[in-house]
Antibody
Framework: QVHLVQSGAEVKKPGSSVKVSCQASGGTFNSAAISWVRQAPGQGLEWMGGIIPFYGTTNYAQKFQGRVTITADDSTYTAYMELRSLRSEDTALYYC???????????????WGQGTLVTVSS | DIQMTQSPSTLSASVGDRVTITCRASQSISNWLAWYQQKPGKAPELLIYKASSLESGVPSRFSGGGSGTEFTLTISSLQPGDFATYYCQQYDSYPYTFGQGTKVEIK
């Protein structure tokens, strides 16, 4: 059984950065993909980007390009998401999710972390 | 970006009802579509992938169908634990996009 355990809640000032971690256990890490999906209060799901640790390749949604960096440390089975230049609209629950890759190389999400609440407030 | 549109946004139903949620893509995504269930305060859970493949451990009352631009999620007999919000997601191309969600409420 795969488990994704995320770091704890964060409160940040506008203009600062946040780095959230996601540690995987119980399953493959390098051959899978790890994505970050966020959910603003009372809103839907929004894909931010992802990484395939084995290849070190990343893909980001255009909306977050230049402001987000996703990395992975395969020695500790941990993925990270750093979001910079935070604004109040970034207040959300941030989830990591494991991607199950298909023959096309794209993927859907079969396991999710518990979520990390990031609050941006002055 | 591929836009995913779900209908209805809210659905009121009773235990035992058959319910169907529709998801439309702004362009063809073949059958690269997944469905998730999210309960309040919880992370989403995978129900269906590749439009109609049931994820292991998911009850058989859930089924998915469709291809191209129109897809459905059907719950054959609604159970108390099924009252939740459901999301579709396309994985045909980047950026991955989700529908806005359909909340299934108790009637």
């Amino acid at each position: 059984q795969v488990h994704l355990v995320q770091s704890g809640a964060e409160v940040k000032k506008p203009g600062s950065s946040v780095k959230v971690s996601c540690q995987a256990s119980g399953g493959t890490f390098n051959s899978a993909a790890i994505s970050w999906v966020r959910q603003a209060p009372g809103q839907g799901l929004e894909w931010m980007g992802g990484i395939i640790p084995f290849y070190g390749t990343t893909n980001y949604a255009q909306k977050f390009q230049g402001r987000v960096t996703i990395t992975a440390d395969d020695s500790t089975y941990t993925a990270y998401m750093e979001l910079r230049s935070l604004r109040s609209e970034d207040t959300a629950l941030y989830y990591c999710a494991r991607g199950r890759r298909t023959v096309t190389g794209f993927y859907f999400f079969d396991y999710w972390g518990q979520g990390t609440l990031v609050t941006v407030s002055s | 970006d591929i836009q995913m549109t779900q209908s209805p946004s809210t659905l009121s139903a009773s235990v035992g009802d058959r319910v169907t949620i529709t998801c439309r893509a702004s362009q063809s995504i073949s059958n690269w579509l997944a469905w998730y269930q999210q309960k309040p305060g919880k992370a989403p859970e995978l129900l269906i992938y590749k439009a109609s493949s049931l994820e292991s451990g998911v009850p058989s009352r859930f089924s998915g169908g469709g291809s191209g631009t129109e897809f459905t999620l059907t719950i054959s007999s609604l159970q108390p634990g099924d009252f939740a919000t459901y999301y579709c997601q396309q994985y045909d191309s980047y950026p991955y996009t989700f529908g806005q969600g359909t909340k299934v409420e108790i009637k």
